[in-house]
């Protein structure tokens, strides 16, 4: 063995000479501190942006245009903006986008579903009287063996809290049951859309008009059979277990304005057929039509207002587009970035 020669264990295992290993390490180093560099510089300029809560605006290149429409009638003097919303909303949302910002800065009034702060009370008794079981019945007794199992599983660290509301109908206890993504994400009615304009509204001296009572959520949600809430529940409880992001995809399909993605996802989070069919129908189409008579009234006056609703209304095949197409109302996309 010559002194250039490699080890024999070298070339037993295909490995280079130490020295040559050393070579290659700095050769690769090198090559690598330019890559090293660039991500470093590229970290830095998106640090700020991709911090929590930060301002969708503010991030170069990111598409944020939530769906915005334009209502008319023919013959009605009044128009309409119309923006799709969610309910509960992050930090992140504000401020709008520059269009949604246009439109309620030229509206003079505000519609909305619900203020739900100013009727909190009128809901709360709504909620009270409809969502407790009757006496005699809890949750154990009124639910299928499969769904109790899920629903003490999802309380296995809590059993005192699922003790305290075990005479809540399941589809009361079904909205005690946030996604998982909401906790995780931050997501707060306070800072949902018709919070954050309505407070704005308020603040300018500006209309509000409800379109629904206050208890038109509350009765869609407690209308069903037994058979359909025991359904509802087990669907929630079956989304946290696989850890479901519904809540984020729902806010990433709303930031770009994707109607069809909202679709999809309204028909995981509400199926249109089988059990739960009663309860989509009397959530969108069944109150789309008394919103939609709202808005056409609304066109009656000869101002610009702008609208909220939630955004799950403007999409798939009942969409409130559709009962506004019904009263002659037309609903033209804007793009909103």
Same mark, same amino acid.
């Given at each position: 063995?010559?002194?250039?020669?490699?080890?024999?264990?070298?070339?037993?295992?295909?490995?280079?000479?130490?020295?040559?290993?050393?070579?290659?390490?700095?050769?690769?180093?090198?090559?690598?501190?330019?890559?090293?560099?660039?991500?470093?510089?590229?970290?830095?300029?998106?640090?700020?942006?991709?911090?929590?809560?930060?301002?969708?605006?503010?991030?170069?290149?990111?598409?944020?245009?939530?769906?915005?429409?334009?209502?008319?009638?023919?013959?009605?003097?009044?128009?309409?903006?119309?923006?799709?919303?969610?309910?509960?909303?992050?930090?992140?949302?504000?401020?709008?986008?520059?269009?949604?910002?246009?439109?309620?800065?030229?509206?003079?009034?505000?519609?909305?579903?619900?203020?739900?702060?100013?009727?909190?009370?009128?809901?709360?008794?709504?909620?009270?009287?409809?969502?407790?079981?009757?006496?005699?019945?809890?949750?154990?007794?009124?639910?299928?063996?499969?769904?109790?199992?899920?629903?003490?599983?999802?309380?296995?660290?809590?059993?005192?809290?699922?003790?305290?509301?075990?005479?809540?109908?399941?589809? /009361?206890? !079904? %909205?005690?049951? +946030? =996604?998982?993504?909401? @906790?995780?994400? *931050?997501?707060?009615?306070?800072? #949902?859309?018709?919070?954050?304009?309505?407070?704005?509204?308020?603040?300018?001296?500006?209309?509000?008009?409800?379109?629904?009572?206050?208890?038109?959520?509350?009765?869609?949600?407690?209308?069903?059979?037994?058979?359909?809430?025991?359904?509802?529940?087990?669907?929630?409880?079956?989304?946290?277990?696989?850890?479901?992001?519904?809540?984020?995809?729902?806010?990433?399909?709303?930031?770009?304005?994707?109607?069809?993605?909202?679709?999809?996802?309204?028909?995981?989070?509400?199926?249109?057929?089988?059990?739960?069919?009663?309860?989509?129908?009397?959530?969108?189409?069944?109150?789309?039509?008394?919103?939609?008579?709202?808005? /056409?009234? !609304? %066109?009656?006056? +000869? =101002?610009?207002?702008? @609208?909220?609703? *939630?955004?799950?209304?403007?999409? #798939?095949?009942?969409?409130?587009?559709?009962?506004?197409?019904?009263?002659?109302?037309?609903?033209?996309?804007?793009?909103?970035?």
């Amino acid at each position: 063995m010559t002194a250039t020669s490699p080890p024999a264990t070298a070339a037993a295992t295909g490995t280079p000479p130490r020295s040559e290993r050393r070579r290659a390490r700095g050769r690769q180093k090198a090559a690598a501190r330019p890559v090293r560099r660039a991500l470093l510089r590229a970290a830095t300029v998106a640090a700020p942006f991709l911090a929590t809560g930060c301002a969708w605006t503010r991030i170069p290149g990111l598409r944020y245009a939530p769906p915005l429409l334009a209502l008319s009638r023919d013959g009605a003097p009044g128009r309409i903006v119309l923006l799709g919303t969610v309910h509960a909303g992050l930090p992140r949302f504000y401020p709008l986008p520059a269009a949604v910002e246009q439109a309620f800065a030229h509206a003079s009034r505000l519609l909305v579903e619900v203020d739900v702060e100013a009727r909190a009370a009128a809901i709360r008794a709504t909620g009270a009287a409809l969502g407790v079981l009757p006496e005699g019945e809890t949750l154990e007794t009124v639910l299928r063996p499969s769904t109790y199992r899920a629903l003490r599983a999802a309380w296995r660290d809590r059993p005192w809290d699922l003790h305290a509301m075990r005479r809540l109908r399941p589809w /009361a206890l !079904a %909205l005690q049951l +946030p =996604d998982l993504d909401d @906790a995780r994400l *931050g997501a707060d009615p306070r800072d #949902g859309l018709e919070r954050h304009l309505i407070d704005r509204a308020r603040g300018r001296g500006m209309s509000v008009i409800e379109l629904e009572d206050a208890g038109a959520q509350v009765r869609a949600f407690a209308g069903g059979p037994p058979d359909e809430q025991d359904a509802a529940l087990a669907l929630r409880l079956a989304a946290r277990a696989a850890h479901a992001r519904t809540y984020g995809r729902i806010v990433d399909a709303w930031r770009t304005g994707d109607l069809d993605a909202l679709a999809a996802l309204k028909d995981l989070a509400f199926p249109p057929d089988g059990a739960l069919a009663g309860l989509r129908r009397r959530l969108f189409a069944d109150r789309d039509e008394g919103l939609a008579d709202g808005l /056409a009234q !609304a %066109l009656d006056r +000869p =101002d610009t207002a702008m @609208a909220l609703v *939630g955004t799950l209304h403007l999409a #798939g095949p009942d969409a409130l587009q559709h009962a506004l197409a019904r009263r002659g109302v037309a609903a033209r996309r804007v793009d909103a970035g």
